[in-house]
């Protein structure tokens, strides 16, 4: 499949992986308004491109990233209204649960992740990060409120862990321990130059999976987070039966009694 050229971002295929990776890393990948509109177009090419079964997203640099860019914002006229509108109807395209992906995410987390960058921790479906990642948001030291992003976060951490690090703002870092601890991410990669071939290595295990299977989990767990307990497992309970009769629910044990690999139908698009 061939992919938009973008200015931003990079995107790269290794086996049945695609990666994403933040590409600004002068400006610790901070989020440009063409950085923002190159991720709509990414998340959806990676997701429709068939040789793809997990995405792993990234950042060049010392940075996974830090937010909307400061400089653009206080430099240019315009500043945060460029948002307004797309804001107040929640009508946002830059992460993968914006943009409705429904193959396997997940986030690597490379050195800082500030502010707007935990829109993709929150809304990815696994999340690792190098040991000497640090985690912060300095929201309100520079007069925003912190929202969706730390929303998106209580429903995965401690609420008292997430409104610390909203109130406290920019004077105090989580270490990558510290987010193992509070289930911020779910593995810690030491040495840090390991990430991205742990975040491979994750994601093509991942890959070795029904890629129906795996998209009708990732809609009923997420699905579960919208709705009361009884509505959830109901929901559930119809993705549960939406396999029965999918070749690939008669090839897992036919593959498992005969000790080989399954040989799945290719996702779909």
Sequence with gaps: MTY??????KVEHDGPVGWLINDRPEQLNAMTAQMRDEFAVAWKELDADPDVRVIVHTGEGRAFQTGVDVTEIATDGVGMERYRESVEQFDLHFTAW???VGKPVITAVNGICAGGGFHWVADA?????ASDAQFFDPHVSVGQVVAIEAIGLIR???FEAV???AM???HERISAARALELGMVSQVVDPPEQLRSEAQALAE???RNSPAALRATKRALWGALEVGLTDACRLGAKELVSMW???DQEEGPRAFAEKREPVWQPPAR
């Design 168 to 170: 406290v703002g920019r």
């Design 245 to 247: 009769g999918h070749p």
């Design 98 to 100: 914006h943009q409705d």
């Design 205 to 207: 295990t991942i890959a």
């Design 163 to 165: 409104m610390r690090m």
């Design 156 to 158: 995965k951490m401690p």
């Design 4 to 9: 938009s050229s973008f200015d931003c971002l």
């Design 125 to 129: 479906d696994v999340v690792i990060a």
